[in-house]
């Protein structure tokens, strides 16, 4: 049933998406696209995950397998996985660079409100 | 309470402005509709492997000795990709620095004195300021280094602050309480993040470790104050250990394009699987990935906690004041 993990990205995926698309406080649209960002996460760790399978590490095979038969045998997808790390450091740093671009607008203009940035027009 | 009497939860929910609920509602069910039919085509929980993850799991243990074949993947196959991550993130640090930098020189990364010396001399120096007042000045004066001709020195560390002091209390460090605890936390975490790059179940958790020691210098200067990381977590500092960790992976990338004949191959001899030497350059990959973003993000939340209070004036202020 892992189908309702994807599902569930889906459904975050929108989740992030409404929120960046209504909310006109600019530091929940950054929190909208972390979101966003999350669904992936879940989505890639789902789509890494085998029925029945170990994780991929050949350090102590469990019981009744030897590192040899792992290597042929039923692991979660590592691929994947590294996907999911190469994800998290980008969305670190693009979240980094929204906040800091959010506090400036808010020096600049003494507002979050996305919608009085565009009138006030510096 | 009825519904239409304002609370405290209807006030907040009133100061929530939104744009065009209707239309984000619609356009966010359209793209979960869309995924959801894309994803029940997806493969099962039970298809085979891809080519792509057997052959990292096939020359994980021959090829680069390493027991954990996401690691591989991260420094060996896919280390072009790795390379790319790292320096979208230094790209990142950059853009952060750019942007969060203040407008005088910055030597450190909280100017807020200098900053905010205009709003303070607007509030009226002539009026008499009571004992309570005089005293919670000199306190804050203290903080932020630059005590006046009155005032006695503060103590040199927030350690040195007897026990049952009376107020007014310095916002600079924590309790004692708190500062003992991670006092002895410290050393666990650190050696805990060295632990994740060094060892593991094989060599090559930089990412991971970075991240641990970046939380160990923000746990400094939430229990201790800025004044006692002002000498370690300054810009010249961090900015250049990053270059260097940046300067480390291309240039172990690059020695395998000139040695092996291809970009992040493997140059250097492989130790026995599950040692600390095992992995060839994807431990060379991983200590510098260490340095590159643990110093990373502490540059990027030092900047920002730092960012300081460069406020453009209102336009009331900025009539008062002749403009800006």
């Known amino acids: 049933m892992i189908l309702v993990n994807y599902l569930a990205a889906a459904a975050l995926l929108s989740i992030g998406l409404y929120a960046v698309l209504t909310r006109r406080n600019m530091i929940k649209m950054v929190m909208g696209l972390s979101l966003m960002e999350a669904a992936t996460y879940l989505f890639m760790i789902s789509l890494a995950y085998r029925s029945g399978s170990t994780a991929p590490v050949l350090l102590s095979p469990p019981p009744g397998q030897t590192e040899h038969s792992l290597v042929h045998g039923n692991v979660a997808d590592p691929v994947l996985q590294n996907f999911c790390l190469t994800a998290v450091v980008i969305g670190v740093a693009v979240t980094a660079v929204f906040l800091s671009v959010v506090v400036r607008i808010a020096q600049h203009y003494r507002t979050l409100d996305s919608d009085r940035v565009r009138e006030l027009r510096g | 309470m009825s519904p239409a009497e304002p609370g405290p939860r209807a006030e907040a929910r009133e100061h929530e402005p939104t744009h065009r609920r209707w239309v984000g509602a619609a356009l966010a069910a359209g793209l979960a509709v869309a995924l959801g039919a894309a994803m029940a085509g997806l493969p099962s929980d039970h298809a085979a492997l891809p080519a792509v993850a057997r052959y990292a799991m096939n020359v994980a243990l021959p090829r680069w000795g390493l027991t954990e074949p996401v690691n591989e993947i991260v420094y060996g196959t896919r280390g072009f990709d790795t390379f790319g991550e790292t320096f979208l993130l230094l790209a990142a640090v950059v853009s952060v620095i750019l ?161 092996r004949g291809s970009f992040s191959a493997n140059w250097l001899p492989l130790a026995a699987p599950g040692t600390i030497l095992s992995g060839g350059i994807a431990q060379l990959f991983s200590a510098s990935e260490l340095i590159e973003v643990g110093t990373g993000l502490a540059i990027t939340i030092f900047a920002l906690i730092g960012m300081g209070h460069d406020w453009t004036p209102d336009e009331r202020d900025s009539g008062r004041e002749g403009g800006s």
């Open chain 2, 99 to 259: 942007i969060t930098r203040s407008k005088e020189p910055r030597r450190g990364y909280f100017g807020e004195s200098a900053a905010g010396a205009r709003e303070r001399r607007r509030t009226d120096p002539a009026a008499p300021a009571d004992a309570s007042e005089q005293a919670a000045r000199a306190a804050e004066r203290r903080e932020q280094d630059e005590p006046g001709p009155g005032d006695r020195a503060g103590p040199a560390t927030p350690d040195a602050v007897p026990l049952g002091t009376p107020a007014p209390e310095t916002a600079e460090a924590m309790t004692v309480v708190t500062r003992t605890a991670i006092r002895m936390a410290l050393p666990v975490l650190a050696v805990a993040g060295l632990y994740l790059a060094a060892w593991g179940y094989s060599p090559g958790g930089g990412f991971p470790g970075g991240a641990v020691l970046t939380g160990v210098l923000l746990l400094v200067y939430a229990a201790f104050g800025r004044r006692r990381v002002a000498r370690v977590i300054r810009p010249g500092l961090l900015e250049g250990i990053e270059l260097g960790g940046a300067t480390a992976i291309i240039v172990t990338e690059l020695l395998g394009l000139i040695l």
